[in-house]
């Protein structure tokens, strides 16, 4: 990373980005009537389905939400967990800059295609054949790494019985 960037970085974590003024953010306890997994600002993990959420807002207008795992690491551990969080954003960053001009990708009209065809009346899909088992391709689990910048948490809980 250059010295410019960084330099830039490091102002703004202790700053606003409209005023540069540094100013504490309260985080409160907010219920929700929409039970699903929201994204943590703090760790890059998510929420479980739970009825209480720890929101705010900096002076920005930017909303920040901070999951009950990091909760439970306590306020003492808020400040490691973001670096943890700004390092694995960092490794995403440079993975994907490392994509420009190397991608090969088919056609819109192959991926047409290959989603078969539409019922022009209705707009829905029609059946082809019979119904179609597809294999997860051979680096799937390799995906799950690389989005995480390398590290995968392991204290998600997979919920297999959930129809969506």
């Not at 102002?11 to 005023?19: E, P």
């Not at 800059?97 to 192959?110: A, C, K, M, V, Y």
């Amino acid at each position: 990373m250059s010295a410019l960037l960084r330099a830039a970085l490091d102002a703004l974590t202790a700053t606003s980005l409209s005023n540069g003024t540094k100013q504490m953010i309260d985080m409160k306890l907010v219920r929700t009537n929409f039970y699903t997994r929201w994204p943590c600002d703090v760790c890059g993990g998510c929420t479980e389905k739970v009825e209480w959420l720890c929101e705010g807002q900096d002076i920005d207008g930017y909303g920040v939400r901070v999951c009950e795992v990091c909760l439970e690491a306590g306020q003492d551990q808020i400040d490691n967990r973001l670096e943890a969080h700004l390092k694995d954003r960092e490794k995403g960053t440079l993975w994907l800059r490392s994509l420009i001009g190397r991608l090969n990708i088919p056609t819109f009209d192959e991926w047409r295609r290959a989603e078969g065809p539409i019922d022009e009346r209705t707009g829905e899909r029609l059946p082809v054949g019979g119904p179609v088992e597809l294999e997860p391709p051979e680096w799937d689990h390799l995906m799950v790494g690389a989005a995480a910048g390398g590290r995968c948490r392991d204290d998600f809980i997979i919920d297999d019985d959930i129809p969506f």
